[in-house]
C-alpha cells in the first residue's frame, strides 16, 4: 500500500507560481509511474502531467506544456508539480496519483493510490 499526501496548493494571482508536492509512505514509489490530475467542481478528473518511474519520460495536458512541470525524487519518495505562469482557469483541486504503468493518454482508472486533494485557486 502506498499513501499520498499532497501540500502547496494555496491562492495565487494569474501569472505567479505554485510547487506542489505529493508525499509517498508505505512503500517506495521506485518502480511507479506518478501522475497528477486536477478536477474542477463538477467536471471530470483530468490528467495534467504524470512521469515514469525513472524520470526519463513525461507526459503533459496540452494546456500546461511550457508552464507546468513535473519531476520526482525517488530517494525521498516525491513527486512534484511546478506551475508557473498560472491562469484562473487552472483553479481545481489537483490530485497526487501513482499507477504501475506508464500509459498516454492516461486515465483514473491506470492509478491505483490516490491523495486527498489539495485546492489551488487562480484569482484574475
Known amino acids: 500500500q502506498v499513501q499520498l499526501v499532497e501540500s502547496g496548493g494555496g491562492l495565487v494571482q494569474t501569472g505567479e507560481s505554485l510547487r506542489l508536492s505529493c508525499a509517498a509512505s508505505?512503500?517506495?514509489?521506485?518502480?511507479?509511474?506518478m501522475a497528477w490530475f486536477r478536477q474542477y467542481l463538477g467536471n471530470e478528473r483530468e490528467i495534467v502531467a504524470a512521469?515514469?518511474?525513472?524520470?526519463?519520460?513525461?507526459y503533459y495536458l496540452d494546456s500546461v506544456k511550457g508552464r507546468f512541470t513535473i519531476s520526482r525524487d525517488n530517494g525521498e519518495s516525491t513527486a512534484y508539480l511546478q506551475m508557473n505562469s498560472l491562469k484562473p482557469e487552472d483553479t481545481a483541486v489537483y490530485y497526487c496519483?501513482?499507477?504501475?504503468?506508464?500509459?498516454?493518454?492516461?486515465?483514473?482508472?491506470?492509478?491505483?493510490?490516490w491523495g486527498q486533494g489539495t485546492q489551488v485557486t487562480v484569482s484574475s
Open positions: 508505505g512503500r517506495s514509489i521506485s518502480g511507479l509511474t
Open positions: 512521469i515514469g518511474w525513472s524520470g526519463g519520460t513525461t
Open positions: 496519483a501513482a499507477g504501475r504503468f506508464f500509459k498516454t493518454p492516461s486515465r483514473t482508472s491506470d492509478y491505483v493510490y
